[in-house]
């Protein structure tokens, strides 16, 4: 079956400028998980959903960074005043149920790219 | 927070070769653990999920164990072939949600 898509594959923008990126989930996984990877580094976690609420936003870096999922499938993380420092990989994630011993799946990433 | 560290950060090994990766957490209250390989500029594919009621678990070539007691985990790769030439991740945490992260061991398996 399909696996997670994210919309686009590669994001340029200017500093200053708002962003959004997209994960398509797979099919029937209620709990959904937005990453960032540095070059060289493992993902960090940013965001957990369940269903449409965001269960734990902890890892987000501040207050520009803000997710939603408001039909509990695709998500959009948004980012306002980008700065250079916010480039990296976005990865975005599933699984069946977030509350239980279930495989995250992982989609191929956004790579963004503020200048 | 948790920190994770995996040794060692690369490896090259001809093939045919047996090798092991070493995972480490800071923390040993670790829920489930999560083996993950990511090839340049992909995305990242899961191997191998050790649930929080397991010690270890098999995928063909791959095994994984988890030791919470120490807080370590290793993956076992028999028979190295050169596609296993990739990143490979291990990610735990405590909640069994938000995944903590290595920076990952970077293998090259040459013909």
């Known amino acids: 079956g399909a696996g997670v898509s994210q919309t686009p594959s590669n994001k340029v923008t200017e500093k200053g400028k708002y962003v959004e990126l997209r994960c398509d989930p797979i099919s029937g996984h209620t709990a959904l998980y937005w990453y960032r990877q540095s070059l060289g580094q493992g993902p960090e976690f940013l965001i957990y959903f369940q269903g449409t609420g965001a269960a734990d936003d902890s890892g987000l870096p501040n207050d520009r960074f803000f997710a939603v999922r408001p039909e509990g499938s695709v998500s959009t993380l948004k980012i306002q005043r980008t700065e250079r420092g916010d480039s990296a990989v976005y990865l975005c994630a599933s699984s069946l149920n977030g509350a239980e011993d279930y495989e995250q799946y992982f989609g191929p990433g956004t790579r963004l790219t503020v200048t | 927070k948790q920190e994770v560290t995996q040794i060692p950060a690369a490896l090259s090994v001809p093939e045919g070769e047996n090798l092991v990766l070493n995972c480490s957490f800071t923390d040993s209250a670790i829920y489930n653990l999560q083996w993950f390989r990511q090839d340049p500029g992909k995305g990242l594919t899961s191997l191998l999920l050790?649930?929080?009621?397991?010690r270890e678990q098999t995928s063909g070539r791959l095994n994984a164990s988890l030791d919470k007691s120490s807080g370590r985990s290793t993956l076992y790769i028999a028979a190295s072939q050169p596609g296993d030439s990739a990143t490979y991740l291990c990610a735990g945490g405590k909640s069994g949600y938000a995944l903590n992260f290595g920076k990952g061991t970077s293998l090259l398996v040459t013909p």
């Open positions: 050790i649930q929080s009621s397991q």
